[in-house]
């Protein structure tokens, strides 16, 4: 009901589909005859390359690591569970706000920024994460919630600017390296904890990753123009 009183066309400024050229006869193979074209743009490869450590310090880390790290450090399944509520529910105005942004500063900016604070907010995460559950954890929620989604907005932003009506067909293709830094990252939480019994080093390297993209997104391959 809420969707249909407020995010239909005509009580919005949203243009309909068709406004973007997207072709009505669009194949199977487009997908790919897209694709052919994206891998011969640097750009792609670099949007690409800060997306994929988008996902491994995201749905990669927090999804899957932080419960079980949380409960080797004495805190409970329910409490690492708040926390993650926390996360989920401050990713609606981080994502929100990201966008509004994106469309009023600077795309590579703010990509950076929001890279580097939420690699500051997970090098700060093993020093808290021993205690019991407070203040100082809960603002690592709201931190890391706010920026966990954040990075969304502006690559749509970019991929329409750079690749124009395909900007969606390459935000599709750039998403798969989202999932595969996920998958990366995931993988890599758990055998860090099965070869050393602790995820305290994964922190350290998911934040190190997060500075890495903060570099890459400001590529002079990731113009906007």
């Known amino acids: 009901m809420v969707i249909c009183l407020l995010l239909n066309e005509r009580h919005s400024a949203v243009r309909t589909v068709t406004d973007y050229n997207i072709k009505p006869n669009s194949t199977f193979?487009?997908?790919?005859?897209?694709?052919?074209?994206?891998?011969?743009?640097?750009?792609?490869?670099?949007?690409?390359?800060?997306?994929?450590?988008c996902g491994a310090t995201t749905n990669g880390l927090m999804w899957s690591s932080f419960t079980p790290a949380a409960t080797l450090e004495?805190?409970?399944?329910?409490?690492?569970?708040?926390?993650?509520?926390?996360?989920?529910?401050?990713?609606?105005?981080?994502?929100?706000?990201?966008?509004?942004?994106?469309?009023?500063?600077?795309k590579q900016a703010l990509l950076a920024v929001i890279f580097f604070l939420r690699g500051?907010?997970?090098?700060?995460?093993?020093?808290?994460?021993?205690?019991?559950?407070?203040?100082?954890?809960?603002?690592?929620?709201?931190?890391?919630?706010?920026?966990?989604?954040?990075?969304?907005?502006?690559?749509?932003?970019?991929?329409?600017?750079?690749?124009?009506?395909?900007?969606p067909s390459a935000f599709s293709w750039i998403n798969v390296a989202h999932q595969v830094g996920a998958g990366l990252v995931a993988f890599l939480g758990g055998l860090i904890a099965f070869m050393t019994g602790s995820y305290f080093v994964l922190w350290f390297i998911a934040g190190g990753i997060c500075f890495i993209a903060a570099v890459i997104v400001l590529s002079p391959y990731h113009s906007e123009k």
Do not use: H
């Not at 897209?34 to 994929?52: E, P, Q, R, S, T």
């Not at 954890?137 to 395909?166: E, K, M, R, S, Y």
């Open 29 to 53: 193979a487009d997908v790919f005859i897209n694709l052919k074209g994206f891998v011969k743009n640097k750009k792609f490869w670099v949007i690409a390359l800060a997306f994929g450590m």
């Open 74 to 106: 004495g805190i409970s399944v329910a409490d690492a569970s708040y926390l993650l509520l926390i996360v989920g529910l401050l990713n609606i105005p981080g994502t929100i706000g990201a966008g509004w942004l994106s469309d009023r500063v600077n």
């Open 120 to 167: 500051a907010s997970l090098i700060w995460l093993p020093f808290i994460l021993s205690q019991p559950v407070g203040w100082e954890l809960i603002a690592f929620a709201v931190v890391f919630g706010v920026f966990d989604v954040a990075t969304v907005p502006p690559v749509i932003n970019l991929c329409n600017q750079i690749f124009g009506d395909q900007g």
